[in-house]
Nanobody, 122 residues
Framework: QVQLVESGGGLVQAGGSLRLSCAAS???????MGWFRQAPGQEREFVAA???????YYTDSVKGRGTISRDNAKNTVYLQMNSLKPEDTAVYYC?????????????????WGQGTQVTVSS
């Protein structure tokens, strides 16, 4: 069983930056870790993921602005978001899975955090 706790969300002006953190209760070095987000009235969408070997994946709208990384010694995954836009406003969720066929699919992830709110003002 893996428990995930996100932190680092908040209110930021457009063009600003935030670093989200996801602390895991267990050893997650063997897990694929992902970040998803959900805006009000919208479906949860994939943001970024990092594989066991450190391979990274991003949704097109975040490429060039976001960086996902992991510190296996600390069992923590990070999402650095720069040049934030109002459309980035959402609750951001961390997720983990041992195995995944489609890394962008939320259905593939077994464990989820409670989420952290990111609000970007224009």
């Amino acid at each position: 069983q893996v428990q995930l706790v996100e932190s680092g969300g908040g209110l930021v002006q457009a063009g600003g930056s935030l670093r989200l953190s996801c602390a895991a209760s267990g050893r997650t070095f063997s897990y694929v870790m992902g970040w998803f987000r959900q805006a009000p009235g919208q479906e949860r969408e994939f943001v970024a993921a990092i594989g066991r070997s450190g391979s990274t994946y991003y949704t097109d709208s975040v490429k060039g602005r976001g960086t996902i990384s992991r510190d296996n010694a600390k069992n923590t995954v990070y999402l650095q978001m720069n040049s934030l836009k109002p459309e980035d406003t959402a609750v951001y969720y961390c997720a983990a899975t041992r195995g995944v066929a489609t890394i962008q699919s939320s259905d593939e992830y077994d464990y989820w955090g409670q989420g952290t709110q990111v609000t970007v003002s224009s």
